[in-house]
């Protein structure tokens, strides 16, 4: 295993300073935003799609500061009902398989997206309950809708030999492991998660089992390290589906922390222990989204507990059991 850093809360540096700071923290492998809400600050896809020479400069200065790419990310709604939106999703999405192919990255971190709830319907609508009946039935909708998008997608990116690794996020149509599993058996192995912890904490949804669940199904194509803290004063009162803005942190049911501020470090050993148990064995993404702290401060808190809790060599021999 090792240890990556989603790079947009490192905006303001370049690439390279952003490199030079993360290797001297002792970060293995960044995950660029090429697209969508992350932005493309440190990877502009068009100024790397089809350049060979722009990627060879790219691979040089990530050799000279001894780091890998994990993933590509755009996260966006290629799904959304506005044309305009979906199609800019999926330009995005498309774009970045082919970059990430071209690159010889092999996966692109991306949201499932969510349709609207009927073929008329203007915005979309996350449907969390399936009652009154005509909510079931726009669950359904949704369900053909994406189908549909991602068997496609899903052929496109097998054919460019890439992971699509899918954020298990809230108004998504994927957001816990039972959607996530669904997809995938409605499309094909290239569709699996980018395994967030920090959205299923939250859902009440148990982080060792879930990472069980999905890696029975080999499911598991990338991996966010990204914490949070139930706020059990505010969550008594509203419960924990919250629409209190991020920033207003007193008043909110949850908050995303910083690794190890929502959860202790044996449980993030647990956790570690869990993925290599079902045969994870890649980069744990650091995705730095707590406002209580800097982003850098919050990067290197995280990776420091994460240095403890990965395991860095292969398993040896179980001589005792023989």
């Known amino acids: 295993m090792n240890i990556g850093v989603h790079t947009p809360p490192l905006a303001d540096e370049s690439l390279e300073g952003a490199l030079e700071y993360l290797s001297d923290i002792g970060v293995d492998a960044i995950e660029p935003g090429v697209g969508g809400y992350p932005g493309d600050d440190h990877l502009v896809r068009d100024e790397y799609l089809d350049d060979e020479d722009a990627q060879s400069d790219l691979h040089d200065l990530l050799e000279e500061y001894g780091m890998g790419i994990s993933a590509l990310a755009t996260h966006n709604n290629p ?30 971190t991306c949201f499932s997206g969510l349709p609207a709830g009927g073929p008329d319907d203007e915005v979309p609508n996350w449907i969390t309950a399936p009652w009154p009946p005509e909510h079931a039935d726009a669950h359904e909708y949704q369900w053909e809708v994406a189908v549909d998008y991602w068997a496609d997608l899903a052929a496109f990116a097998d054919d460019h030999g890439v992971d699509l690794a899918i954020e298990m996020h809230p108004n998504m149509l994927v957001y816990e492991p039972h959607g996530m599993a669904r997809l995938r058996e409605a499309t094909n192995e290239r569709v699996g998660a980018n395994f967030d912890p920090s959205h299923l904490y939250w859902q009440g949804i148990s ?116």
């Open 207 to 322: 982080i060792t089992d879930a990472i069980r669940f999905l890696g029975e199904r080999d499911a598991i194509h990338h991996f966010h390290a990204k914490d949070t803290r139930i706020y059990e004063e505010q969550a008594r009162e509203k419960g924990v589906l919250d629409t209190t803005a991020y920033d207003d942190e007193p008043n909110r049911s949850w908050l995303f922390r910083s690794v190890g501020y929502g959860h202790d470090e044996s449980h993030w050993k647990d956790l570690v222990s869990t993925l290599r148990m079902v045969g994870y064995d890649g980069t744990l993404s650091i995705e730095h989204e707590d406002s209580l702290t800097s982003s850098r401060e919050g990067l290197e808190k995280a990776v420091e507990l994460l240095d403890r809790a990965v395991f860095r060599e292969t398993p040896g021999e179980a001589y005792w059991a023989e």
């Open 79 to 108: 799904l959304h009902p506005d044309d305009e939106r979906a199609d800019e999703a999926d330009t995005e999405l498309r774009e970045a398989i082919e970059l990430a192919a071209q690159l010889d990255v092999n996966t692109v």
